[in-house]
């Protein structure tokens, strides 16, 4: 039996159909997604004046979270890594000041016990 003929009909409806997908799917979400300045115009006046008020804050903490990211990014190591390292001594700095200042409270309250004043009852030492 000869071979049967190519169907250019079914495949230029099935091209058609794949353009169709692929182009027009995000082109119809591009188009019916509102912008930030949309989004930022319907919130009520309570919200845009907090938002307004945070912008600079979480900017400050975006640019802080960029700044490491170079620091990170000019270590020889991957990226996570260093993140890794840096936040583990960034924990044991801050657990070597939490046992600091429970020596120093200790310390204040050996030096009331040693001084012989009582501390008042239902007080917070």
């Known amino acids: 039996m000869p071979p049967r003929p190519t169907n250019w009909r079914l495949w230029g409806k099935m091209a058609a159909a794949g353009a169709l ?13 509102p912008t930030e300045e949309e989004l930022f115009l319907k919130y009520n006046p309570d919200l845009q004046k ?18 490491k990211l170079k620091e990170y990014s000019k270590s020889d190591k991957p ?21 600091k200042l429970s020596e120093e409270i200790e310390a204040r309250k050996k030096e009331i016990r040693n001084a012989g004043i ?3 009852p239902g007080g917070s030492l």
């Not at 692929?22 to 979400?29: D, H, K, N």
């Open 118 to 120: 009582k501390p008042m």
């Open 21 to 33: 997908c692929c182009i027009g799917g995000p082109a119809l979400v591009y188009y019916v997604s």
């Open 79 to 99: 990226i996570w890594e260093a993140a890794a390292i840096a936040e583990k001594k960034s924990r044991d700095g801050k657990i070597a000041v939490q046992v």
């Open 50 to 67: 907090r938002s307004l008020e945070n912008r600079a804050g979480k900017e400050q903490i975006f640019d802080d979270f960029v700044g």
